[in-house]
C-alpha cells in the first residue's frame, strides 16, 4: 500500500514553521469557507466550489499526517512533565479524525454546490460549512495557544517564527 501524504520538512528546516504555515494555509481554506457559505443561496461561485472541494481532503489529511507522525511526538518529549500532555494530544488526534470525516461529506457538498444540482440541500449544505470551518478554526486556536506558546517553543523554533505569527505567550 502507497505511504500516505504528509508535508516533509526539508534539512535545516524547522518544523513549528512548517507547522504555522500549514496552519495560515488551513485558516485561508476556512476563510474561502466561509465566503461560499456567505454566499448562499443565489451568488453562489461555483468554480471556487469546486476548487475548494478539490482541495479539503489532501490539505487536511496530509497536515494531520504531520502533526501526528512529527510535532506531536516533539511535543510529547517536550511537554513529558505536563501529566495532561498525552491525553491532551489524543484529544487533538481525535479531532483530527473527526474533522476528517466531516472532510469527506463537506467535499461531496461542494461538489453539488459547484455542479450546482437540483437536488442539493442549501440550508443543510451551510449548516455543515459553518460547522466545518468554525471547528477547524477553534482546533488551530487550541494547538497554537497550548502548543506553540512560549514557554513549549525552544530559542531555535522562535528564530524561525516572526512575531507577526506567533501564537499567545
Ligand atoms: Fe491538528
Known amino acids: 500500500m502507497a505511504k500516505e501524504a504528509t508535508i516533509r520538512v526539508a534539512q535545516g528546516e524547522n518544523p513549528i514553521a512548517v507547522l504555522r504555515k500549514a496552519h495560515k494555509e488551513q485558516l485561508l481554506l476556512c476563510d474561502q469557507l466561509e465566503e461560499i457559505a456567505d454566499s448562499l443561496p443565489d451568488s453562489v461561485n461555483r468554480q471556487k466550489c469546486i476548487y475548494a472541494a478539490r482541495a479539503l481532503g489532501p490539505m487536511v489529511r496530509v497536515l494531520h499526517r504531520f502533526e501526528e507522525d512529527v510535532v506531536f511526538p516533539l511535543f510529547a518529549e517536550r511537554l513529558k512533565e505536563h501529566e495532561d500532555i498525552e491525553a491532551t494530544l489524543n484529544r487533538l488526534k481525535f479531532e483530527h479524525c473527526e474533522d476528517e470525516c466531516f472532510a469527506e461529506e463537506l467535499t461531496e457538498a461542494l461538489h453539488a454546490l459547484g455542479a450546482n444540482r437540483p437536488d442539493i440541500n442549501i440550508e443543510a449544505t ?14 488551530i ?15 531555535a523554533d522562535l528564530l524561525f517564527t516572526d512575531d507577526t505569527d506567533r501564537g499567545p505567550s
Open 126 to 139: 451551510g449548516y455543515m460549512l459553518r460547522g466545518f470551518f468554525e471547528a477547524m478554526r477553534r482546533h
Open 141 to 155: 486556536a487550541f494547538e497554537s495557544e497550548h502548543l506553540l506558546s512560549n514557554e513549549t517553543l525552544t530559542a
